[in-house]
């Protein structure tokens, strides 16, 4: 039996090839993600290895709170400094100030921008046993005019020691700074793609406005005394709400924050590649299905001559588990060529895994090769209990097997999952609070499998219709393609529910991306009154230094300026996050719906605006207190002046400048709102705030109508961004209608010559296999269309809290979607229509 | 067939020849020779056949299973090509026709019958009927549609999908399909080799009346005795060769060359 199924394995292997290719491309989806994820571990792994290799002990604030998981230490007084270095066995001591928003401009006068990682300013490290960075070319900086930058940037704007080059700092104007040298990382050129500036330890202070903080002390101990033993001794003389660790600790803590970081972007790329591996176990599911059909008097044949039913079921499951580890295998090895793709998109992104080499993970391999393997058998199986069915005496029948019929039982088993799996959706999106992502995604994975079981039911009424004009159109080939994509409903069922998956995905994240930006705009148009809005030009990464808020308020022309920051905070051990604004001239930049209390014009340094949401939520009214712990220590209570309808602009916590700045450390601005003066017109005032910018390269100012344009831009490159992820899974399952067409073809091969042999041409066989193709891919489409848009409102309603409350389901990007099925559908035709073509008229005639 | 029907059966103008067919035949096949393989395995299945349709006539083809018949059908209609040789059908030279041609021209020129398989499963029987003409784009003749139904009691079954039928009605309908484009030859390969004597005589009878009655031509490939008899002139075939005739062939007739054929 088993050399049956081996040999039957081998006749069949170019059909098997395309479902195999299913499972190649999602299993190399998987591992590369993997791959990628720990390469980008192991990278800074490395690097934390190497900057944190001198130093022994680290002195920080205790933690306030976390933010996106990541441990959050506030800076200690400078006063501890000395402290330190009195303590015995101390070597060494460092305060270091780190600040982001430290933006180089290169000589051409463009500042210099990252994909998403961080412009850094720090103080240069004298020590050269405890530095992280280490100078590649020229000198440590001195004194308040000199800067060392890392040598990446260096390289790629081609600065030298000795050239003077603007930077434009966290506070304060942009200044004008000598380059003493050049530095790196260890082997690397930077920290990752961020770009670094180094300061004089003493001078530094000021230019990046912390003369009264460090960051962190790093010590360095003296011969003799381990790090465990300095760490106590540090820790004895600290004041409260200071903290030391080793520097063992810190490099662990460093490289867990990052994980929690790279985790979240590996966790987003293995959700799409496991999907795409669904969809491929839907091609696995048919292909088998058709290969029993077609072999249905082979195995016939077996049983006739004694294969028991658990044999018949083995060798079909054998065929799979082979077939599986083999495409297992090869899209593990093709999983590493995948790394070395997306690690390339990174880098072009401006993630810089530097000299890492891929890692491959011996997990990696046995999860991809257990994984493929699994979702092929566990696909093949229904089609092989079906083999199993197959009574002796088909082997005496007529080869074609009759399509079967769609059962009651599938019906009630399709509208069960159906049902659930929406219940399970909408716990997910409005009810339960936590592990939403995963109950949301339990439940539309339901959905998915409930509307594909069903689907089979609607495939001979919808595609009837749909067949219409290609019948008008098409006559007799139109007509014979209608007919023959709905004559077998389960499998057209199962190829187009391949596609509906992918589909349902675009249609639903166009939905949500829609409604995001209508939201956004009607927001920006009901809330923001400024005549410009001054943003930084990279919106991912950068910053408004406090500076440009200043130089603007000096400009006469401007009656107005208005600066937005905020971040996180915590509300008890909740994290939230909070919106400063300034109450002095907010009222002249823009406007919040008040629906009890004082307007936000008048909201105190010890109060907070909450939005009506947040008043429901956390049941307090005007008056209450609310304790909120920002990033330095201790909780502020601060008093409810107002509460305001939700928006997206100003969030659900409203704190003064003041305050935010005043508890927080990292503070430049989000975006400055800029009201002209009375008597200025508004177009002329663009020329005016620009000029006072001209300083502050890599801001752009923008009025309503073009900021609401970049907003939505941004919105588009993301929905474009997952849209590229899902195509995996949509060019998956084309594959899985060339199969589906191509193996049908071999089936009819006798039908296909009659109709030769009654005149119809090559071309005309060749438009019917189109038209056949077009009709399923439409009908995967429609399907998914109809799931998408579902999900798309509920995720939109779901949101509703976050500020998104227009539903747009952007029916003309829908509509687009169906064309370029269409044009899809005709691509995957090409193939299955060809082979159509070449039926030889007399072999499918002659009475064998 | 109308003027407009033969435009577009034969697009490309017949090729002067050598022995025009004189008018009288429906097909004419000339020094006809087809060979499979090469060297030692070399077949020659028809071995210079020379043979005359007459119009409006019911001829049987006979010969023992490998005699050539099938392949000469094969080679008349159009299905498959000469290895040297001519055949003309009505005044077309079909030998000297492209594939795509070849295939225009069988639309509406040429009718078939097989032994099985003759029906697209998906199709009613009303849609097999006329899947010819809708395949060539042309207009049914409901008059004649009718009569053609009528002829072979099918009124009842037209709705009905091949898998609905039996295959004594499966067979009428493929004889009223190939009936309904009026073609100048119907080829009918055993096209009651997988019926009951019963429904294959019922079937045979009404070919026959086709012919009467319309002035059908009809060539019946068969080995069946009883099947040929039905025909106004039997061709006897061995090994690719004819070897005999018979006009108004009886059973017994009919027996006895195959007996001297060994079939």
């Known amino acids: 039996m088993v050399k049956a199924t081996l040999q039957g394995l081998l006749a069949h292997k170019l059909r098997l090839a395309l479902a195999a290719l299913a499972v190649v491309l999602g299993v190399a989806f998987v591992s590369g993600t993997i791959v990628l994820g720990d390469t980008v571990n192991k990278t800074f792994t490395d690097l934390f290895n190497t900057t944190t290799a001198g130093i022994d002990v680290a002195v920080r604030g205790a933690s306030t709170g976390s933010a996106q998981g990541i441990p959050q230490h506030p800076p200690v007084p400078a006063s501890v400094l000395p402290t330190v270095q009195a303590v015995s066995g101390v070597k060494e001591a460092f305060g270091d100030v780190e600040r982001i928003g430290t933006t180089i401009v290169d000589q051409q006068g463009k500042a210099v921008t990252t994909g998403g990682a961080p412009t850094i300013g720090l103080l240069w490290n004298p020590y050269p046993d405890m530095a992280a960075l280490h100078l590649k070319a020229g000198s440590p900086p001195q004194g308040d005019s000199q800067v060392v930058i890392d040598a990446k940037t260096a390289t790629n704007h081609g600065i030298n020691p000795g050239d003077r080059i603007e930077i434009i700092l966290p506070v304060g104007p942009p200044r004008t700074f000598t380059v003493s040298g050049v530095a790196g990382f260890g082997t690397q050129d930077n920290l990752a793609g961020a770009t670094i500036s180094a300061f004089d330890p003493q001078a530094g202070r000021a230019i990046l406005g912390s003369e009264t903080e460090y960051e962190s002390i790093f010590v360095k101990a003296d011969s003799g005394v381990s790090a465990e033993q300095l760490k106590t001794r540090v820790a004895a003389v600290l004041p409260a709400g200071v903290e030391a660790v080793t520097g063992q600790s810190l490099a662990q803590e460093q490289t867990d924050a990052v994980k929690t970081l790279t985790n979240v972007l590996s966790t987003f790329l293995l959700v799409f590649a496991l999907i795409a591996l669904f969809v491929g176990s839907f091609i696995i599911l048919n292909t088998f299905s058709i290969l029993v059909a077609q072999r249905q008097r082979e195995l016939a044949l077996l049983r006739a001559m004694g294969a028991t039913r658990g044999q018949v079921l083995r060798s079909v499951v054998l065929e799979a588990t082979i077939t599986g580890l083999i495409a297992s295998m090869v899209g593990v090895a093709f999983g590493i060529l995948i790394a070395k793709g997306l690690e390339a998109l990174l880098n072009a992104i401006g993630l810089d895994l530097g000299s890492t080499p891929l890692q491959v993970a011996w997990t990696t391999v046995v999860i991809g090769l257990v994984l493929g393997t699994l979702v092929t058998v566990v696909a093949s199986l229904a089609p092989a209990w079906r083999a199993t069915r197959v009574a002796p005496v088909e082997a005496l029948r007529e080869a074609v097997p009759p399509p079967t019929a769609v059962t009651t039982r599938r019906v009630s088993v399709g509208l069960g999952i159906l049902v659930a799996g929406i219940v399970i959706l909408c716990l997910g999106l409005f009810v339960v609070s936590s592990s939403q992502l995963l109950v949301t995604g339990i439940g539309a994975l339901a959905t998915f499998v409930g509307v594909a079981v069903l689907a089979a039911i609607l495939v001979p009424p919808v595609v009837e219709f749909l067949g219409w004009p290609v019948r008008r159109l098409r006559g007799a080939p139109g007509k014979l393609a209608s007919e023959n994509a709905r004559r077998n409903p389960r499998r057209t069922a199962a190829t187009a529910s391949a596609l509906m998956i992918g589909v349902g995905l675009v249609a639903c994240f166009t939905v949500v991306a829609a409604s995001l930006k209508d939201s956004i705009s009607s927001t920006i148009d009901r809330t923001v009154t400024a005549d410009y809005i001054v943003t930084p030009e990279n919106q991912g990464a950068g910053f408004v230094p406090l500076g440009v808020a200043q130089a603007l308020r000096a400009n006469s022309s401007i009656a107005a300026v208005s600066e937005i920051s905020g971040g996180n905070f915590h509300y008890g051990n909740e994290g939230d996050q909070a919106i400063a604004i300034e109450p002095a001239t907010i009222d002249r930049t823009a406007v919040a719906e008040i629906q009890q209390g004082a307007p936000l014009a008048s909201l105190g340094d010890d109060a907070v605006a909450i939005s009506e949401d947040a008043a429901k939520n956390h049941t307090i009214k005007v008056g209450d207190a609310v304790p909120m712990q920002f990033f330095r220590p201790g909780v502020r209570s601060q008093r409810v002046a107002t509460i305001f309808a939700r928006n997206p602009l100003f969030g659900d916590y409203v704190v003064t400048l003041n305050t935010w700045r005043a508890q927080n450390v990292d503070v430049q601005d989000f975006a400055v709102l800029v009201k002209g003066a009375p008597g200025v017109a508004v177009a002329d005032l663009r020329g005016k705030v620009e000029s006072t910018l001209k300083s502050f390269p890599g801001m752009k100012v923008q009025n309503n109508a073009e900021y609401k344009k970049s907003q939505a831009n941004q919105i588009d490159i993301l929905l474009n961004l997952i849209n590229v992820l899902v195509v995996f899974a949509i060019v998956i399952a084309l594959l899985g209608v060339v199969n589906t067409v191509a193996l049908s073809i071999v089936e009819r091969t006798r039908e296909l010559g009659l109709v030769r042999a009654l005149g119809m041409t090559r071309g005309q066989m060749r438009s019917m296999v189109r038209w056949e193709t077009v009709l399923i891919t439409i009908f995967g489409t429609l399907l998914g269309l109809a799931v998408g848009l579902f999900f798309g409102v509920a995720l939109v309603k779901a949101f509703a809290s976050l500020g998104v409350n227009t539903v747009n389901i952007a029916i003309g990007q829908q509509i687009s979607y169906v064309v370029i099925a269409f044009l899809a559908g005709l691509l995957a035709a090409i193939f299955p229509a060809r082979r159509a073509a070449k039926t030889d008229m007399l072999r499918a005639i002659v009475t064998e | ?263």
């Open chain 2, 1 to 263: 067939m109308t003027s407009e029907q033969l435009a577009t059966a034969a697009p490309s103008p017949p090729p002067a020849t050598a022995n025009p067919p004189d008018g009288t035949a429906a097909l004419v096949a000339q020094a006809a020779v087809k060979v499979y393989g090469r060297g030692d395995t070399e077949v020659r299945a028809l071995d210079g056949i020379d043979v005359s349709i007459e119009k409006g006539r019911f001829t049987a083809i006979m010969g023992p299973s490998g005699s050539g018949k099938s392949t000469l059908l094969h080679c008349l209609a159009g299905l498959d090509t000469l290895t040297s040789g001519r055949i003309w059908i009505g005044d077309v030279d079909i030998t000297a026709l492209d594939e795509k041609h070849l295939t225009l021209l069988r639309r509406v020129r040429v009718g078939f019958i097989f032994q099985s398989f003759n029906l697209v499963p998906t199709l009613s029987a009303a849609d097999n009927i006329t899947l010819p003409l809708d395949i060539a784009g042309k207009p049914v003749d409901r008059e004649w549609f009718d009569a053609v139904i009528g002829v072979l009691s099918l009124k009842p079954r037209l709705r009905h999908r091949p898998s609905e039928l039996s295959g004594g009605q499966q067979q009428r309908v493929a004889a009223a399909r190939a009936l309904l484009s009026r073609p100048d030859i119907i080829f009918a390969d055993e096209p009651s080799g997988n019926l009951d004597s019963r429904a294959s005589g019922e079937l045979l009878g009404l070919l026959k009346t086709a012919v009467q009655r319309y002035g059908q031509t009809i060539v019946l490939v068969t080995h069946d005795a009883n099947a040929a008899v039905f025909a106004e002139r039997v061709i006897f075939l061995a090994d690719g060769h004819i070897v005999q005739e018979l006009t108004d062939p009886t059973v017994d007739g009919v027996l006895g060359v195959m007996k001297t054929l060994g079939g």
